[in-house]
Every structure is written in C-alpha cells, then in structure tokens.
C-alpha cells in the first residue's frame, strides 16, 4: 500500500529557514499537500503542488517534488516562533489522501 | 466563511459503552470524509462521502464503526462497542464539489478527542 514517511522532529531558531522532507512511495500521486497542525487543531492545508512541477513558491513557502526519487520538501524562510506546529505532508493517491506521521517543528527564540 | 464543526470536543468513555460524533461541513461541500489520528501518527481516512453515498470505506473497522450522511449534509460517525485501541481523535473534514478526486483540498473540523478507559 502507500507509504509517507517524514523526520519525526526538527529543530531551529527564529529568523533561520526550515526544511521538512518527505518521502512517498505511490507514483500515481496527482498532488501533494503539505498540512500544518497546531495543538488541539485540525489540519489546515499550507499549500500543495502538481505532480508535473518541481517547484512552488508561495510567500514564505518553498516546496520542492523530485518525482524521480519520489521526494518532496516544504522551506520556510524565516522561521518565526508561531510556525512552531506538526507538518504533515500528504499524497493523494487513489483518491484518498495518505498523511506521514508528521515532524514536529520547534522554532526557539 | 464558517468552518467544519465537530461535536463534542472531547468525549471519555469505558470500553464497550457507545459513542457518536457528529459533524457539520462547509456549506455546499459534496464530499465528506472521517479520520482516525491516533497520537503520534498521522490521519488515517476511515470512510469518504460524495453527498449522501459512500465512495471509500475500505479502512472502516466495519464490525464496530459505521456512519452515515443524510440528506448529504450532516454526518454522524458511531463506534459501538468501543476499544481502548479507538482512542484517538476523530477528524472531519470537507472539499468543495467540481474537485477531481485526486484533487483532496480537503477543509478539516477542530476534532473530537475520545478517550477509552
């Protein structure tokens, strides 16, 4: 079945960039979807890209698909306490959406 | 624009008694789905609606949950008996009609936290 795999933690302090990496296993993904969730919140949807495009950029949002290797990455540049949330990258493969175990985002002052 | 709502927030019950959720999604949106997150992991789709019929309930442990959406609004997802293995947080979410269904912009409710002792 399909896979998503992310870095359970990381680690940075405020003003640096931040970098979560993900890996899928389902080549028939047509969009992946980065989520961020804060504590006692729902998901909320940050941004996602096409599975024809290597890049997005979206304000502070960078993300990165390398089909090839099935890997993709979300950048935040200058990281602010508030981004400190759990990332939860998404492939939607087969119509349903299929989330990793999510990275825990710590932002230090 | 109101969000998805979710009810109750937080839920406790003993193992084998019943619980039900229920949810609200953004006005206008065909598609409905439940998730389990179970501390420490990710969503996990329990079961997807397209209005008021079921597109995806391959994961929906069908002995114990069931669900329903009718009139293809509201949706109330029950477990019956619960397991202490079902704590977790039950997730709603919603996306908006003309989305291909590989296109999941989904919405999500705030939750429900159940907890099984």
């Known amino acids: 079945g399909e896979d998503v795999e992310q870095s359970l933690f990381l680690s940075v302090r405020e003003g640096d960039s931040s970098v979560i990496n993900c890996t899928y296993t389902?080549?028939?993904?047509?969009?992946l979807y980065w989520y961020k969730q804060e504590p006692g919140a729902g998901l909320q949807l940050l941004t996602y890209i096409f599975s024809n495009m290597d890049m997005k950029q979206d304000q502070r949002l960078t993300v990165l698909l390398n089909k090839k290797d099935k890997h993709l990455s979300l950048r935040i540049a200058d990281t602010q306490t508030g981004d400190s949330a759990i990332y939860f990258c998404?492939?939607?493969?087969?119509?349903?959406?299929?989330f990793g175990k999510g990275t825990m985002l710590l932002v230090s002052p | 624009e109101a969000g998805v709502a979710q009810s109750p927030r937080y839920k406790i019950i003993e193992k084998r008694q019943s619980v039900a959720f229920w949810c609200n999604p953004i006005s206008g949106h065909a598609t409905l789905y439940w998730y389990q997150q179970i501390l420490g992991q990710g969503p996990k789709l329990l079961i997807q609606f397209q209005n008021n019929g079921v597109v995806d309930d391959s994961q929906l442990p069908k002995d114990r949950f069931s669900a329903e959406r009718l009139k293809g609004v509201d949706s109330t997802l029950k477990i019956q008996p619960a397991k202490l293995e079902d704590s977790a947080v039950y997730l709603c979410a919603s996306s908006p009609p003309g989305r291909g269904l590989t296109s999941a912009e989904a919405f999500f409710g705030q939750g429900t936290r159940l907890t099984v002792v």
């Open positions: 998404a492939d939607s493969g087969y119509s349903t959406l299929t």
């Open positions: 389902d080549s028939s993904s047509t969009y």
